[in-house]
Nanobody, 122 residues
Framework: QVQLVESGGGSVQAGGSLRHSCAAS????????MGWFRQAPGKEREGLAH???????SYADSAKGRFTISKDKAKNTLLLQMNSLKPEDTAMYYC????????????????WGQGTQVTVSS
């Protein structure tokens, strides 16, 4: 079992920056991948960025060039730095973790944080 507790998020004007943190506890040694997702009202959940245990990262087109995923291994914390924010980035943001490699390749995560709201005003 892995427990994920998120912090960060909030409200910002367009062009601003925010940073999310996701503190992991429990069986973190078994985690193969972690990721950030978001869901806006009336829209499907969108995968934004993923990182696997060797540090390899991948991004959705909507996140490339603006968002950066990273891990602080010493603190078991996943981070998401978001820059140049746009009103369309307004959504609930979630971190996720997954121990199984096959699930990671198909973006099927089993452990989720509680979510934090991001609101970007124009």
């Amino acid at each position: 079992q892995v427990q994920l507790v998120e912090s960060g998020g909030g409200s910002v004007q367009a062009g601003g920056s925010l940073r999310h943190s996701c503190a992991a506890s429990g069986d973190t040694y078994s985690t193969y991948c972690m990721g950030w997702f978001r869901q806006a009202p009336g829209k499907e959940r969108e995968g934004l960025a993923h990182i696997i245990s060797d540090g390899t990262t991948s991004y959705a087109d909507s996140a490339k060039g603006r968002f950066t995923i990273s891990k602080d291994k010493a603190k078991n914390t996943l981070l998401l730095q978001m820059n140049s924010l746009k009103p369309e980035d307004t959504a609930m943001y979630y971190c996720a973790a997954e121990p199984l490699r096959t699930n990671c390749y198909t973006r099927r995560y089993n452990y989720w944080g509680q979510g934090t709201q991001v609101t970007v005003s124009s």
